[in-house]
């Protein structure tokens, strides 16, 4: 399954907090990788580098410069899986990326009660949110791969 990267942040100790789209949370070690790897090496070197990691265009990795990056597959399958209060929660946007849905057939299914607004998604400002449990209750397993 595509693991979209959705948001990263440089923490101590040259590791990285990735989320993803599908609403989990990983700890990356970046450590390992400046042995195996010179480009790394430079990270070592650079804790300002380090801090400028950004996520790549589309969420398939993520990216410090032309010379330095890491795809969306290393970062799920050798990241470490951490509890936050967010986890399990997607945008509309991306729910319905995965699932192949329109973002219509979730506000409709919310106004015809069959997702509980409050309990199964909710609304932040302008944008929606819904539960991974939710989605998987009411559309199966997600459609894209």
């Not at 949370?25 to 970046?30: E, L, N």
């Not at 795809?71 to 986890?87: I, R």
């Not at 949110?129 to 559309?139: D, F, G, L, N, P």
Request: net charge neutral; with cysteine.
């Amino acid at each position: 399954m595509f693991h979209k990267v959705k948001a990263v942040n440089a923490l101590p100790d040259y590791r990285l907090s990735v989320q993803f789209a599908e609403g989990i949370t990983k700890i990356y070690d970046v450590k390992p990788l400046f042995q195996k790897w010179k480009a790394f090496k430079s990270l070592e070197q650079s804790a300002e580098l380090f801090g400028a990691v950004r996520v790549d265009t589309g969420g398939y990795g993520i990216v410090w410069n032309d010379d330095i990056d890491l795809s969306c597959d290393e970062l799920y399958a050798n990241g470490e899986k951490v509890k936050t209060p967010f986890d399990g929660l997607m945008a509309f946007t991306d729910a319905t990326e995965l699932w192949g849905l329109n973002e219509s057939t979730l506000r409709k299914a919310i106004a015809y009660g069959k997702l509980v607004d409050g309990v199964d998604a909710c609304k932040y400002g302008k944008q929606w949110v819904i539960s991974t449990e939710a989605m998987e209750r009411e559309y199966g397993n997600p459609k894209k791969k």
